[in-house]
C-alpha cells in the first residue's frame, strides 16, 4: 500500500489526538479522580498508536504505547494521578509532538525519548510516584477487574456498531475453565474456534497471545458479534470438556467505552451489568453520548490550505477583471452590458463572502496550545495561575491566525512572569494567591479584538517612564504630556525592558517590540491599560482578512492611491483659512479636536502637475486614539480590491502596504496608515 498519499490525514489526525491529549490532561488534573478522562486520553493514545504502526512510524508507536501503559495503570487505579506523574506524560506528548512535526516536515520521525520512557517506566514499574500502601490492594482490584471487563478503542466499537447495523449483535462471553485443566492453551483454542464459526472475534481479555501462553487464571473473556442467539453460543462452548461455566450477556456497541472499566461489577452480578450499571458510571455514560452524536453529525471535509490560497488568487483575478469589466460598461453606456456587470457583481460579491468563509479558522487553533504553557510555566515560577479562554470559537483569516501564534507566547510568558505576582506577594496585598490571566477573543465590526487581561501588579508608570527617559526614547517635556495608556505603551518600545532581573522566560527587553511590529505588519494595533496593583489589559486590533479589502480610492496629482476603509473616519473639505499652525505643525479643528494634516503629496513625493486649489480635500483616519487628516487632491470613490505584496525588492518601502490593479489597468499603492500616525 502506498502510504504517502495518507501521509498528510495522518498528520493532521495525529496533531488532533495530541492536542486532546493535552487538553484532557490539563483536565485530569483538575479532576484526577475522573477516570473517564483518563479513558478519553488513552483513546486518542491508542489510535495515534495505532495509525503510528500503521504508517510505519515504529519510534513514535513505541512512545505512544509506553506512555499507554502507564494511563492504563492510571485507569486501572494502580498509579495515583500526581502532577509529577502528569509532567512526565506531558513530556512524552511533547516529544509525540516533536515526531510528528518531524515527520510533517518531511523527516522520519526518530527522536531520543531514553529519559521520558525510563521516567514512564519507572511508574509504570512502581518504582516512583506509587502509593505503596494502596498499591497492593489496587493489583489485587486489578487482576479481578481484567477478567471480568472490556475496554474498547474507537475502532471495535466502530466495527460493532457497522455490524450492529447489518444485523449482527455483539455479545461479551466470559468463559470459566475447571480449575483441573491442565492444558488450558489448547482449550482456549477449541473455544476461539467454536466462537469464529458463530461470527467475528473483536477482542478478548487478557489478549490472545496470553491466553496462548495460558498468561491468566481460569477465567477469560471475549467479545463477539454474531447473528446467533446467547443460548446457542453458550452451548456450542459447553460442548469444548473442561469448561465449567460460560456467561454470554448482549450489548448495545453505542453503550460500550472504555469507562466500563472503572464500572463497580462484582463477577456475581456480571449477567445483569449493562442493565443496572452503578449509579455513579450512569452520568458518565450520559456525558459521552453526546461527544458520540457531534462526532457522527459532522458535515466537513479536510481541504489543503495550498487549494484554498490557489483558489482565492484566481478569485482576486476574477475581482480585478470585474473591476475593469465595470469600467469598460460605464466608458460604453450599454445598457444590456451594464446589467450583465452588475449582476456579475452580486456573484462575485457572494463568491467572495463564501470563499473568505471557507478561509476563516477558529483561534482556538492558536489559543489551544496556551493552557499546558501556562501550566509549565506557572511551574516553573512557582506561581498559581488560572487561565480563561473565552471566544476561542471566534473566527479569523488563516493569514492571520499563522501570525498571531508567537505574538501572544510572548505576551501570556510576559504577564506570567511580569504581570501577575508570586502566592506571597498576592497574600500579602489581600488578593487570591491564585492569579487569574483571561484570553479573550471577539468580532467588531471588520475587526477581530484578542484581549490579554491579568489581575496581577500592573505596569509601575514611575518605572517605565524613568527608564524611557534615561534611554532616550522620550523627552522630559514629552514625558509630561503622556496619557497612562501612552505610558504603559512605551515598553513596546525596541530594547525596553524595566525587569530587575533577566529570567529564561521574558524581561531581555525584546519580545513586545517585535509583537508590536508583527501585529502592525498585520494592518493591526496594540493597546495597552494598565492599573498599578490590579492588573493590565493588553488589546490586539486585527482585520478580519488581509487578501481584499475595501478601500477609498483618492487620486494625488496623477496618481492614484488607496486608503483602507478600515482606518477612515470621515472625509471633509477645508478651507485653507481654517488650517492652523501648531507645536510646527499644520492642525485643523475637526469637530473640537486639534487634528494634525499630512500631506500625501510631499510624503511620496509626487510630481506636480496640477495647481493648488483653495480647498482642501481631506481623509480623516485613526489610528487607537490618534486622528490625522490626509490631504489628496480629490476623492473618487470606495472600492474592494485585492492587496498585492510589492515583493521582495520593495519591502522598505515607507508608508505602502501593498499595490492593487483597478479596473483600467492602472496600479494603485495602499497607504498604510498606521506607519503615517506616531
Given at each position: 500500500?502506498?502510504?504517502?498519499?495518507?501521509?498528510?490525514?495522518?498528520?493532521?489526525?495525529?496533531k488532533e489526538h495530541l492536542q486532546t491529549c493535552n487538553e484532557?490532561?490539563?483536565?485530569?488534573?483538575?479532576?484526577?479522580?475522573?477516570?473517564?478522562?483518563?479513558?478519553?486520553?488513552?483513546?486518542?493514545?491508542?489510535?495515534?498508536?495505532?495509525?503510528?504502526?500503521?504508517?510505519?512510524?515504529?519510534?513514535?508507536?513505541?512512545?505512544?504505547?509506553?506512555?499507554?501503559?502507564?494511563?492504563?495503570?492510571?485507569?486501572?487505579?494502580?498509579?495515583?494521578?500526581?502532577?509529577?506523574?502528569?509532567?512526565?506524560?506531558?513530556?512524552?506528548?511533547?516529544?509525540?509532538?516533536?515526531?510528528?512535526?518531524?515527520?510533517?516536515?518531511?523527516?522520519?520521525?526518530?527522536?531520543?525519548?531514553?529519559?521520558?520512557?525510563?521516567?514512564?517506566?519507572?511508574?509504570?514499574?512502581?518504582?516512583?510516584?506509587?502509593?505503596?500502601?494502596?498499591?497492593?490492594?489496587?493489583?489485587?482490584?486489578?487482576?479481578?477487574?481484567?477478567?471480568?471487563?472490556?475496554?474498547?478503542?474507537?475502532?471495535?466499537?466502530?466495527?460493532?456498531?457497522?455490524?450492529?447495523?447489518?444485523?449482527?449483535?455483539?455479545?461479551?462471553?466470559?468463559?470459566?475453565?475447571?480449575?483441573?485443566?491442565?492444558?488450558?492453551?489448547?482449550?482456549?483454542?477449541?473455544?476461539?474456534?467454536?466462537?469464529?464459526?458463530?461470527?467475528?472475534?473483536?477482542?478478548?481479555?487478557?489478549?490472545?497471545?496470553?491466553?496462548?501462553?495460558?498468561?491468566?487464571?481460569?477465567?477469560?473473556?471475549?467479545?463477539?458479534?454474531?447473528?446467533?442467539?446467547?443460548?446457542?453460543?453458550?452451548?456450542?462452548?459447553?460442548?469444548?470438556?473442561?469448561?465449567?461455566?460460560?456467561?454470554?450477556?448482549?450489548?448495545?456497541?453505542?453503550?460500550?467505552?472504555?469507562?466500563?472499566?472503572?464500572?463497580?461489577?462484582?463477577?456475581?452480578?456480571?449477567?445483569?451489568?449493562?442493565?443496572?450499571?452503578?449509579?455513579?458510571?450512569?452520568?458518565?455514560?450520559?456525558?459521552?453520548?453526546?461527544?458520540?452524536?457531534?462526532?457522527?453529525?459532522?458535515?466537513?471535509?479536510?481541504?489543503?490550505?495550498?487549494?484554498?490560497?490557489?483558489?482565492?488568487?484566481?478569485?482576486?483575478?476574477?475581482?480585478?477583471?470585474?473591476?475593469?469589466?465595470?469600467?469598460?460598461?460605464?466608458?460604453?453606456?450599454?445598457?444590456?452590458?451594464?446589467?450583465?456587470?452588475?449582476?456579475?457583481?452580486?456573484?462575485?460579491?457572494?463568491?467572495?463572502?463564501?470563499?473568505?468563509?471557507?478561509?476563516?479558522?477558529?483561534?482556538?487553533?492558536?489559543?489551544?496550545?496556551?493552557?499546558?504553557?501556562?501550566?509549565?510555566?506557572?511551574?516553573?515560577?512557582?506561581?498559581?495561575?488560572?487561565?480563561?479562554?473565552?471566544?476561542?470559537?471566534?473566527?479569523?483569516?488563516?493569514?492571520?491566525?499563522?501570525?498571531?501564534?508567537?505574538?501572544?507566547?510572548?505576551?501570556?510568558?510576559?504577564?506570567?512572569?511580569?504581570?501577575?505576582?508570586?502566592?506571597?506577594?498576592?497574600?500579602?496585598?489581600?488578593?487570591?494567591?491564585?492569579?487569574?490571566?483571561?484570553?479573550?477573543?471577539?468580532?467588531?465590526?471588520?475587526?477581530?479584538?484578542?484581549?490579554?487581561?491579568?489581575?496581577?501588579?500592573?505596569?509601575?508608570?514611575?518605572?517605565?517612564?524613568?527608564?524611557?527617559?534615561?534611554?532616550?526614547?522620550?523627552?522630559?517635556?514629552?514625558?509630561?504630556?503622556?496619557?497612562?495608556?501612552?505610558?504603559?505603551?512605551?515598553?513596546l518600545a525596541s530594547g525596553f525592558s524595566t525587569a530587575d532581573?533577566?529570567?529564561?522566560?521574558?524581561?531581555?527587553?525584546?519580545?513586545?517590540?517585535?509583537?508590536?511590529?508583527?501585529?502592525?505588519?498585520?494592518?493591526?494595533?496594540?493597546?495597552?491599560?494598565?492599573?498599578?496593583?490590579?492588573?493590565?489589559?493588553?488589546?490586539?486590533?486585527?482585520?478580519?482578512?488581509?487578501?481584499?479589502?475595501?478601500?477609498?480610492?483618492?487620486?494625488?496629482?496623477?496618481?492614484?492611491?488607496?486608503?483602507?476603509?478600515?482606518?477612515?473616519?470621515?472625509?471633509?473639505?477645508?478651507?485653507?483659512?481654517?488650517?492652523?499652525?501648531?507645536?510646527?505643525?499644520?492642525?485643523?479643528?475637526?469637530?473640537?479636536?486639534?487634528?494634525?494634516?499630512?500631506?500625501?503629496?510631499?510624503?511620496?513625493?509626487?510630481?506636480?502637475?496640477?495647481?493648488?486649489?483653495?480647498?482642501?480635500?481631506?481623509?480623516?483616519?485613526?489610528?487607537?486614539?490618534?486622528?490625522?487628516?490626509?490631504?489628496?487632491?480629490?476623492?473618487?470613490?470606495?472600492?474592494?480590491?485585492?492587496?498585492?505584496?510589492?515583493?521582495?525588492?520593495?519591502?522598505?518601502?515607507?508608508?505602502?502596504?501593498?499595490?492593487?490593479?483597478?479596473?483600467?489597468?492602472?496600479?494603485?499603492?495602499?497607504?498604510?496608515?498606521?506607519?503615517?500616525?506616531?
Amino acid at each position: 500500500m502506498e502510504m504517502s498519499q495518507y501521509l498528510e490525514v495522518f498528520i493532521e489526525e495525529s496533531k488532533e489526538h495530541l492536542q486532546t491529549c493535552n487538553e484532557q490532561l490539563l483536565e485530569l488534573e483538575k479532576n484526577p479522580e475522573n477516570l473517564q478522562i483518563v479513558n478519553e486520553i488513552f483513546r486518542s493514545a491508542h489510535t495515534l498508536k495505532g495509525m503510528s504502526a500503521t504508517m510505519g512510524y515504529e519510534d513514535l508507536a513505541s512512545l505512544t504505547h509506553q506512555m499507554e501503559n502507564v494511563l492504563d495503570a492510571i485507569r486501572n487505579e494502580k498509579i495515583s494521578v500526581s502532577p509529577e506523574v502528569l509532567d512526565v506524560i506531558f513530556l512524552a506528548v511533547d516529544d509525540l509532538e516533536a515526531m510528528v512535526e518531524s515527520i510533517a516536515s518531511g523527516g522520519d520521525g526518530k527522536r531520543n525519548v531514553e529519559e521520558v520512557v525510563k521516567k514512564l517506566a519507572a511508574i509504570e514499574n512502581g518504582e516512583a510516584f506509587v502509593e505503596t500502601g494502596a498499591e497492593e490492594a489496587a493489583a489485587a482490584v486489578v487482576e479481578e477487574k481484567a477478567l471480568t471487563q472490556n475496554s474498547y478503542d474507537e475502532f471495535e466499537i466502530t466495527v460493532m456498531q457497522q455490524s450492529k447495523e447489518q444485523g449482527f449483535n455483539a455479545y461479551e462471553i466470559e468463559v470459566s475453565l475447571s480449575a483441573s485443566c491442565l492444558l488450558k492453551a489448547a482449550r482456549v483454542f477449541m473455544i476461539f474456534e467454536a466462537l469464529e464459526s458463530l461470527g467475528e472475534v473483536i477482542k478478548s481479555n487478557p489478549p490472545v497471545e496470553e491466553l496462548e501462553e495460558e498468561k491468566f487464571e481460569n477465567s477469560f473473556m471475549v467479545t463477539i458479534v454474531s447473528k446467533e442467539e446467547p443460548s446457542q453460543i453458550e452451548a456450542k462452548i459447553m460442548k469444548v470438556s473442561e469448561v465449567e461455566k460460560v456467561v454470554v450477556k448482549e450489548f448495545a456497541a453505542f453503550e460500550v467505552t472504555v469507562a466500563e472499566e472503572v464500572t463497580e461489577t462484582a463477577p456475581a452480578v456480571q449477567e445483569t451489568a449493562v442493565a443496572a450499571v452503578t449509579p455513579s458510571a450512569a452520568p458518565k455514560k450520559e456525558e459521552e453520548k453526546p461527544a458520540a452524536v457531534a462526532k457522527q453529525s459532522s458535515k466537513t471535509i479536510r481541504v489543503n490550505i495550498e487549494r484554498l490560497d490557489i483558489l482565492m488568487n484566481l478569485f482576486e483575478e476574477l475581482v480585478i477583471d470585474r473591476g475593469r469589466l465595470d469600467q469598460i460598461s460605464q466608458d460604453l453606456q450599454v445598457q444590456e452590458l451594464h446589467e450583465t456587470v452588475e449582476r456579475m457583481s452580486r456573484i462575485t460579491g457572494d463568491l467572495q463572502n463564501i470563499i473568505l468563509n471557507m478561509r476563516m479558522v477558529p483561534v482556538e487553533t492558536v489559543f489551544n496550545r496556551f493552557p499546558r504553557m501556562v501550566r509549565q510555566l506557572a511551574r516553573d515560577l512557582n506561581k498559581k495561575i488560572n487561565l480563561e479562554i473565552i471566544g476561542a470559537d471566534t473566527e479569523l483569516d488563516r493569514t492571520v491566525i499563522d501570525e498571531i501564534g508567537d505574538p501572544l507566547v510572548h505576551l501570556i510568558r510576559n504577564a506570567l512572569d511580569h504581570g501577575v505576582e508570586s502566592p506571597e506577594v498576592r497574600r500579602a496585598n489581600n488578593k487570591n494567591e491564585e492569579g487569574t490571566v483571561v484570553l479573550r477573543a471577539y468580532h467588531s465590526g471588520n475587526h477581530v479584538f484578542i484581549e490579554l487581561e491579568d489581575d496581577g501588579a500592573g505596569i509601575n508608570k514611575e518605572k517605565v517612564l524613568q527608564k524611557a527617559l534615561s534611554k532616550g526614547i522620550i523627552t522630559q517635556e514629552t514625558a509630561n504630556s503622556l496619557t497612562d495608556s501612552q505610558i504603559a505603551e512605551l515598553i513596546l518600545a525596541s530594547g525596553f525592558s524595566t525587569a530587575d532581573k533577566i529570567s529564561d522566560i521574558s524581561g531581555r527587553g525584546v519580545g513586545l517590540d517585535v509583537v508590536k511590529s508583527t501585529i502592525e505588519s498585520l494592518g493591526g494595533t496594540i493597546t495597552i491599560e494598565s492599573q498599578e496593583g490590579k492588573g493590565s489589559l493588553f488589546s490586539i486590533q486585527l482585520p478580519l482578512t488581509l487578501s481584499i479589502i475595501s478601500v477609498m480610492l483618492v487620486e494625488i496629482q496623477q496618481e492614484k492611491y488607496a486608503i483602507p476603509l478600515s482606518s477612515i473616519i470621515e472625509t471633509a473639505i477645508v478651507n485653507k483659512n481654517d488650517v492652523m499652525q501648531a507645536h510646527n505643525q499644520t492642525v485643523i479643528d475637526f469637530r473640537g479636536k486639534v487634528v494634525p494634516l499630512l500631506f500625501l503629496k510631499d510624503i511620496f513625493e509626487v510630481p506636480v502637475t496640477k495647481e493648488e486649489e483653495e480647498f482642501y480635500s481631506v481623509v480623516i483616519v485613526r489610528k487607537g486614539e490618534k486622528l490625522a487628516g490626509f490631504v489628496v487632491d480629490s476623492f473618487i470613490g470606495q472600492q474592494e480590491v485585492v492587496l498585492k505584496s510589492l515583493g521582495n525588492y520593495l519591502t522598505n518601502a515607507f508608508a505602502i502596504s501593498g499595490a492593487t490593479i483597478l479596473g483600467d489597468g492602472q496600479v494603485a499603492l495602499i497607504v498604510d496608515c498606521n506607519a503615517l500616525i506616531k
